[in-house]
């Protein structure tokens, strides 16, 4: 073999990894920060693409927080979470079939209107149960400007806690990839 052969491959595969590594680096450094919300240990996380605006959320049943972020090209993000009181989280424990039946059935109601209530116009409301928890999901649209806009609300029940996440883009660009890797983050802990 030809010695002069053996340090010209050791040179290029040297060289082949250095780009390689600067490849990588490149990409690392390209992907947006994340901001996870809540910042404190919770039943549930989502990751926004950036830094939202947190704010404090008061309901008759308990009270949150709302993060939300506005992204490039009419896309809005916003993730709502609140812990169960200990009342709330034991009376879910030890629920009958049927209470559970009437539990979700109330909360398929409860989409309904929020639909309503939200303006949305053929709206549709889907039920998922997966490893992240019971989830009631409703979609619809709304125009602004003469444009089409579509919501879609997701809402996480757990065993502590709540999270409804919504996103809304123009119609002819729902889901961008922010919003799917919005939904798509979502942990259950």
């Known amino acids: 073999m030809n010695m002069m052969l053996v340090p010209i491959r ?80 034991r ?15 109330r909360r398929i109601k409860n989409a309904w209107e929020y639909a309503e209530t939200s303006g949305l116009k053929r709206a549709a409301v889907r039920v998922e149960d997966d490893d992240r928890g019971w989830c009631v999901s409703v979609r619809g649209y709304k125009e602004f400007n003469g444009v089409p806009f579509i919501y879609e609300t997701k809402f996480f029940y757990g065993k502590h806690s709540v999270m409804f996440l919504t996103a809304a883009a123009p119609s002819s660009r729902f889901p961008t990839p922010a919003i799917s890797k919005f939904y798509a983050s979502l942990k259950q802990h």
């Open 10 to 89: 050791i040179l290029a595969l040297t060289f082949f990894a250095a780009c390689a590594l600067v490849a990588v680096q490149a990409q690392v450094q390209r992907r947006p920060p994340t901001f996870k919300f809540p910042e404190t240990e919770s039943e549930y996380t989502v990751l926004f693409p950036g830094k939202p605006t947190i704010r404090q959320i008061y309901t008759a049943e308990a009270e949150g927080l709302e993060a939300r972020l506005s992204l490039p090209e009419s896309v809005g993000l916003r993730a709502e979470f609140a812990q169960l009181s200990a009342e709330q989280a």
């Open 91 to 105: 009376s879910l424990v030890n629920l009958t079939i049927e209470a559970k039946k009437n539990l979700n059935e």
